[in-house]
Each structure stands twice: as C-alpha cells, then as structure tokens.
C-alpha cells in the first residue's frame, strides 16, 4: 500500500499547454477573418465603450500650458469573430502580441502633444476576449496634452484642463464611441496630489466634433479642475513686497538733511521690488494681458518709486526754501546797518550771547528794538558802562538760569524745521493709500 502511494505522488498532473494542441489563431478563429475591417463592417456603427483609471497627475507647466497625465484606457466592445465555444464560459486573457492581429478601436488623444504606452518590462497591454465575443482592452499611456489657461487671475487662479478621446478614422456613422458607465466610468486614485494644485473635480463629457473634410465624430472628454495653492505665492511674492514698501517708508522719518541715508534706502527698496517682479514672471509665460500678481507687484513698485520722489521733492523745496530765506536774511541785514552801528556794545553783547545759534543771530539782526533785559542789570549795566570787563560777568550771569530751556527749545525747533510738511503727510497719505489698496485688491480677486 505504501508503495502505491509513492506511485501516485510521484505521477504529475498532465501538461495542459502540451496536450492542448490547438494554437490560439485556431481558437479564435483569427485567420479565417479580416480583421482588417472593423466588426459588422457596412452595417450600422459599432458601440465602443470607454473608461479610465487615472493613476497619477504628473505635472502641470504654465510655460508650456500642458499636463501630463498616465492612465489605464479601457475599451469595450464586441466582435462576434473572436466568438468561441467554452463549457465553462469563463474570458482568454493575452497580452500586446495578439492585438496586432485583430481590431481594435483607432482611439487617440486630440491636442496631444507626446504619449506612449508604457513598455517595461513588456508593453503595458491586455486583451481579454469572452465566449460570447465581447473584447476588453486595456493599455497603460503618458500622455501629455496642451490645456489653454487663463492666467488674469494668477495666483488665484483656478485652471480647467480637458484630455480629448476621438477615434482617428471611424466617423458617428462606423463607430460610437461612449462612456461606458456615464460619470461612473472616470475613477481616480485617492493619492493622486500636486505641489502648487488642489484638485477640485473629476467629470467626463462627450460630444460630436465636425471636420470639414471628413465629417463628425464622436469625442470624449475628461475634465478636470485645479485651484491653485496660493499659500507659496503669499510666502515668496505678496509678503517680501508688501515688506519693501512698508521699509520705503521708513524714510519720511528720517531727518531730510540725512541724504545718504534717504537715498540709499529708497534706490534698494527699488531694486528689491524688480528682482521680485523679474523672479515671478521668470517662471510664467509671456502672455499680452495683466496678471492679477502683475497688478500687485506693480502697484508696490509705483508706491517704493513714489517715495523716492518723495525724498527728491522734500529736498528739492528744502533747498529752495533755505535759499529764499538766506536772501532775505541778507536783505534785512543790509536794509538795518546804519541802525545797529547805533546799538551800544552791551546789547551787541547781549544779542551775541553764546547760547544763541548762528541761524538765530542772523535773525535777530534786523531787531533795532532794545533788547530784553532785567531792570537791575539794566542799572548795572549803567553803572558799569565804562568796566567792560564787569559787564561780560552780569551778562553771563543773568542768562545762565534759562541756558539749558532755551537749548532744548532750539532742540526741539531745529527737529520740527528739519521735518518738511511734505513728510508730516506722506507718513499718513501712504500707509493709508496702501491699506486701501489692499482692501479692494483682496475683495476683488478672493
């Protein structure tokens, strides 16, 4: 017993590919038809229906406004040639080799620019074929497509892009082509993400599309919406340029005398603000219209611009000014001449007293009323006309209780007169003005 046990363990199951001698051409009949002409040829048109699995969104360029994109492409159809008979009645699976022998739809990618099927470690291709005739082929393609953006809004954009389905040479009347199962037959793989997109919708649309020289065909759509991203833009664009505006104000708190200072500050804010704009349109197409990010960029730019000419014309009128108020200084002092060489020395003494800037003294020339001086110095001062060297002591001695008031007076009127009143309203005009601006660009393009 135990030896007719390791007979029947040693024996194999037959061979099925071995004893079944008949080759598959012989199964499906494949040389006894031409496949050459599509099924029912001359009769009415052939239903080839369609779906797609998309598998991942590889890219989207806005330089060359196309995507690519790789999918599974499924066609449905039935072809009573490759009928067979099959007591179990279950589908023959192949793969690409039999598909150059028979029919298969002629479909291709309308606007396509590049596609391929994909050939590692052989080409992505299978062919299931059923008792009853009905054909399942399905293929593995990259493709890459043109997708006419709109960019008025970038980077608050939303772009609709579409990859077209059409078969090349069958018109309505030989083949129609349909989604198999409406929207149902468009599936996408929930890890399918992009860096700067958000994917908003997935649908399928068909159509009829008309050639002149050959007539209408059947097209299929697959549709898709993608809003932009927009927290990478707020980050690298929006935010450093809304930063070199707020820096260009920083110079109407700068003493106007302060040239270099004034000047440096504005030239680098406006280098800052195009090395900005050159980056972000680097990486755009070079369309004709206005940009939504175009708008704000430029906008900034005129407000860094503007405060640079801002400074030019502060220095501007403050050079005119002290021009104007030199003449006349000039003018008094000659028109008062004859007048203060009547002035006796000591309100000479006192008018050139040390706490006195140079600009005050020029000022207090033209006065040839007398000087205001205490009553009992004014005694002293009488008394010791003819002492000189008394009446430098009283002088310095009767001024010396208010010296440190009236130098912060002069202080604080030397810091109000270096403030022209053209930066007094730049310091409201134009934060306010950019706020404002904000405001309404923000409400518009969000």
């Known amino acids: 017993h135990s030896s007719g046990t390791k007979s029947s363990l040693s024996k194999k199951p037959p061979d099925v590919t071995k004893s079944h001698k008949m080759k598959t051409e012989h199964l499906l009949k494949v040389d006894d038809h031409d496949f050459t002409m599509r099924p029912a040829f001359g009769g009415p048109a052939i239903p080839v229906g ?47 080799r039999l598909v150059k022998k028979i029919w298969v739809p002629d479909v291709f990618f309308v606007h ?156 680098t804010t406006v280098l800052t603000m195009s090395t900005i704009i050159t980056g972000v349109n680097a990486s755009m197409p070079r369309v004709s219209y206005i940009k939504a990010v175009d708008i704000y960029l430029w906008v900034s730019f005129v407000f860094v611009f503007l405060s640079v000419l801002e400074y030019a014309a502060v220095n501007y009128l403050s050079t005119v000014q002290d021009r104007r108020e030199r003449k006349m200084r000039e003018r008094v002092r000659s028109q008062s001449l004859p007048c203060t060489c009547g002035i006796s020395q000591t309100r000479t003494m006192t008018m050139l007293d040390g706490t006195y800037s140079e600009a005050d003294t020029n000022s207090l020339a033209g006065y040839t009323e007398e000087p205001i001086v205490p009553e009992e110095v004014q005694a002293d001062m009488h008394e010791v006309s003819d002492k000189p060297d008394h009446m430098v002591v009283h002088l310095s001695v009767s001024s010396e209780s208010t010296t440190t008031k009236k130098k912060k007076s002069l202080r604080a009127l030397n810091i109000i007169q270096n403030t022209h009143a053209i930066d007094k309203y730049s310091r409201m005009i134009f934060p306010g003005s950019y706020i404002f601006f904000n405001l309404i660009y923000w409400s518009v393009y969000c």
């Open 112 to 267: 396509s620019k590049r596609s391929f099927i994909h050939d590692t470690t052989t080409d992505n291709i299978m062919l299931r074929v059923f008792p009853d005739g009905h054909v399942l082929y399905s293929l593995r393609v990259t493709v890459t497509a043109a997708c006419n953006m709109d960019f008025s809004r970038f980077p608050l954009d939303s772009q609709t892009c579409s990859l077209e389905l059409e078969s090349y040479a069958y018109t309505d009347e030989d083949l129609m082509l349909y989604w198999k199962s409406g929207d149902e037959s468009l599936s996408i793989d929930d890890r399918i993400s992009l860096s700067q997109f958000l994917i908003q919708k997935f649908h399928t649309t068909s159509r009829l599309a008309f050639y002149s020289s050959t007539g209408w065909y059947n097209r299929l759509y697959i549709n898709f919406t993608l809003r932009r991203h927009i927290f990478f833009f707020l980050l690298q664009t929006y935010f450093p340029a809304t930063l070199m505006v707020m820096l260009s104000w920083v110079s109407f708190w700068i003493d106007r005398r302060a040239v270099p200072a004034r000047v440096s500050l504005g030239i």
């Open 50 to 96: 369609v779906d797609v699995q998309v598998e991942s969104l590889d890219s989207i360029s806005e330089v060359d406004m196309d995507f690519t994109m790789t999918l599974y492409l499924r066609h449905y159809w039935k072809d009573d040639r490759l009928s067979f008979t099959s007591s179990t009645n279950k589908s023959m699976t192949f793969d690409g």
